[in-house]
């Protein structure tokens, strides 16, 4: 595994925190959303303007992504899916503008991994209660508990892995590919990684984000319902 290095580091009482390029990409996409998402919701109208309709297409489309998928009574994770929808997509794809994707750090993978295990449990919990919540585990009998356990863990690392897997593969592609062309010539360097370019940061950057995001509320369902 790559080791990634801090641009900086501080210290935090006893804690040392790293600062990498990952990170900081990430504050970057943040702050983007952020100014974007407020240039979309201002000034909103009955009769919605050109900036207001854009807005409107995607959180319809979360909606009908998530009424499809995981019913009309799911409606309320419609603002989560979207944040994930978006956030995912944009990380996977800075490799468009000549950067790493974050998710090709294990830790951004990992956390992301682990934000979708703890709003499945904690809606689960939420809905059904504790009490019913561990009794589940041993349900439809008592010796599958370690099975249901097991289950329930290996779901972030799958999402984990999955991710990390596909966007490490990804970037290591991208880098030979520029690395060969280098000695052909600089134009070629332009031209020929254009498609590559397409197909991994675009086409495969989205069907990751896809496939996060239809695991994550498959299972939001399926656990919650159990």
Request: charge should be neutral; glycine fraction near 6%.
């Amino acid at each position: 595994m790559e080791n990634i290095e801090p641009i900086f580091s501080f210290n935090l009482w006893k804690f040392q925190v790293d600062i990498t390029l990952s990170i900081i990409v990430q504050w970057a996409i943040i702050l983007i959303l952020t100014l974007l998402a407020f240039y979309l919701t201002t000034s909103l109208r009955e009769r919605p303007t050109r900036k207001q309709n854009i807005g409107e297409i995607f959180v319809e489309t979360i909606i009908k992504l998530v009424k499809e998928n995981m019913g009309e009574n799911y409606i309320g994770f419609v603002p989560f899916v979207g944040t994930i929808f978006i956030y995912l997509l944009l990380m996977n794809m800075t490799g468009l503008v000549g950067i790493e994707p974050p998710t090709k750090d294990i830790n951004v993978a990992l956390a992301m991994a682990l934000i979708a295990f703890i709003v499945i449990q904690g809606y689960t919990i939420k809905r059904i209660g504790l009490l019913h919540y561990f009794t589940g585990y041993a349900k439809p009998f008592a010796a599958m508990l370690p099975m249901n356990i097991m289950e329930r863990i290996m779901l972030p690392l799958s999402l984990c892995l999955r991710l990390f897997g596909n966007m490490t593969a990804a970037a290591v592609i991208m880098d030979l590919a520029y690395e060969g062309l280098h000695g052909v010539g600089f134009l070629a360097q332009i031209g020929l990684p254009i498609f590559l370019h397409f197909y991994f940061d675009i086409f495969d950057g989205a069907i990751q984000m896809i496939i996060f995001l239809m695991l994550t509320m498959i299972n939001i369902k399926i656990i919650s319902e159990h």
